[in-house]
């Protein structure tokens, strides 16, 4: 083997030592991404701009009287697609957190990291946003390498500047959005109204959270795909071989040949006529075109990569060049490992069918619970630290009822011992109604007549009723004298 061809293996390994964005000694090594140009770049910004758009106007859609989506972690206020959840719902949001991430598995084996690619909000916010600006205010790759480089002249000063005050707004913008989900949008605009004065501590945290965004996406950027997210960590051990991702048909690729208009010509003529190439030549021209578009910096002729995020740049850059040198299309593109090397692929393995059968689980669980889920939650408890108590009527327990109303009406209610007989209840500081979506606290006692003559515990039930209907049924145990 030539010094050439060690040279080439060396550089075609190095992908499985280090990252292309930090250098061997630990420094950034900064990428300079080309814009791609294609049918799956228009897809993706019509994707990003119909997800941007419902990140910035969902907390605005009022549903039933709820902020559509409202993730409020201090007051524990939870509204998903307009329906509120109360802390003991709990356990429906855990689900369906569990649920999302089994859809992802699922998503992931069978489609790669298409979540990286279209949907993740730092790609959406990265690609399609901040790298746009980018390079409307620096021009291309080879403009920005030069710029960055070179001495700061007053062109190189006005461009920094405005890139800089354009991040910090937009970061300014995201983070005022993500407060609208956080704090409510009412709290948001109205804390706007009110001005940052008369709420330092919120307006601190805003700009805490804007310095955040701005970091990211003007310096940290593909390093939070690459080192980051905890996502792009376990992908790696939920691909095979059977995975669609973006992937390079190296066996219609290689061996790559620079381009020339003599080749182009004799492949077509051998193609035509069904004669095998000339030199074994492969569609791949080493361009490297696909390589510069790549926001991680990666040759995605090496294989699939733990950096790849799917983002498809490589598709629309490689089919660019394909046009031009008037190969068919392709030579990068959605595809797994078995259908290029064996020419076929099992999307419904065996592994994606047990993955399969725990989504359709939890999915009809969730489902089944959310249909369950009841408009009204009844907790009766004794009081803390008492037993029973004598009184002229008879036997006394003390009771604390909470009643959650999780409607969007007013509720008057009534509560009734309804087995065994012989129980009155009389209320203490109980109200009568319960106001929509609202929990009452109430007390009251419960009387054991002393003519029902019957002494020691007892299970007893209750009744809660509003407008003749019963709403809920408990029962508790009623603790008595044994003689
Ligand atoms: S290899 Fe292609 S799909 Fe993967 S990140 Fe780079 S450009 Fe995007
Ligand atoms: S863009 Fe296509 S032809 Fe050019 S180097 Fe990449 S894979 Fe090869």
């Known amino acids: 083997m030539s010094i050439i061809d060690l040279d080439l293996v060396e550089d075609h390994e190095r992908h499985r030592a280090e990252l292309a964005s930090i250098q061997p000694d630990g420094r950034r090594r900064w990428i300079y991404a080309r814009m791609p140009r294609g049918w799956y770049t228009t897809l993706r910004r019509i994707v990003s701009i119909v997800l941007i758009a419902f990140l910035v106007l969902a907390p605005f859609v009022t549903v039933g009287g709820h902020q559509f989506i409202l993730l409020n972690i201090i007051t524990r206020e939870f509204v998903l697609f307009g329906m509120p959840f109360w802390p003991n719902d709990f356990y429906l949001i855990a689900l369906l957190f569990l649920t999302g991430v089994i859809t992802i598995v699922l998503f992931t084996a069978t489609l790669g990291r298409i979540w990286c690619g279209w949907l ?72 706007i109204v009110d001005g940052p004065a008369a709420h330092l501590e919120l307006f601190g945290g805003l700009l805490f959270f804007t310095f955040v965004f701005f970091m990211v996406f003007y310096r940290f950027r593909e390093q939070a795909c690459l080192i980051a997210c905890p996502y792009g960590r376990y992908m790696s051990a939920l691909v095979d071989e059977n995975t669609v991702a973006v992937t390079y048909d190296n066996k219609r690729g290689e061996s790559r040949t620079k381009w020339s208009k003599a080749d182009s010509d004799a492949r077509k003529h051998a193609d035509e006529h069904g004669f095998s ?12 075109q696909c390589v510069t578009v790549c926001p991680t910096g990666i040759d995605i002729r090496n294989g699939i990569q733990l950096e790849c995020v799917n983002c498809t740049a490589c598709i629309d850059a490689c089919d660019e060049v394909m046009d031009k040198v008037g190969l068919d299309r392709g030579l990068i593109r959605y595809s797994s490992l078995n259908a290029i090397e064996q020419g076929t692929s099992r999307i419904f393995t065996r592994r994606i069918k047990a993955y399969l059968v725990v989504w359709v689980v939890f999915v009809a669980v969730v489902g089944v619970l959310f249909a369950m889920r009841s408009d009204l939650d009844v907790v009766l408890l004794r009081q803390p630290k008492s037993t029973w108590t004598t009184m002229a009527q008879g036997t006394a327990n003390f009771y604390a009822l909470n009643i959650i109303n999780k409607t969007s009406q007013d509720l008057p209610y009534e509560i009734a011992v309804v087995s065994p007989s012989g129980y009155s209840i009389t209320p203490l500081n109980l109200p009568t109604m319960v106001k929509a979506e609202q929990k009452m606290e109430g007390r009251l006692v419960i009387i054991r007549s002393s003519q029902a003559q019957r002494t020691g515990d007892e299970t007893i039930r209750l009744e809660v009723r509003s407008r003749g209907a019963v709403l809920r049924t408990v029962e508790t145990t009623f603790i008595g004298p044994q003689e």
């Open 120 to 191: 993740c909000p730092q790609t959406v916010f990265m690609e399609m946003v901040f790298r746009n600006i980018e390079w409307m205010i620096e021009g291309g790759p080879k403009e920005q390498a030069l710029r960055r480089n070179g001495p700061w002249t007053w062109d190189r000063w006005w461009r920094a500047g405005v890139k800089v005050l354009l991040f910090a707004a937009i970061s300014f913008g995201i983070a005022n959005v993500f407060l609208s989900y956080v704090i409510s949008r009412d709290r948001l605009v109205m804390y």
């Open 277 to 288: 190439r000339p030199r074994g030549a492969g569609d791949c021209v080493d361009c490297h």
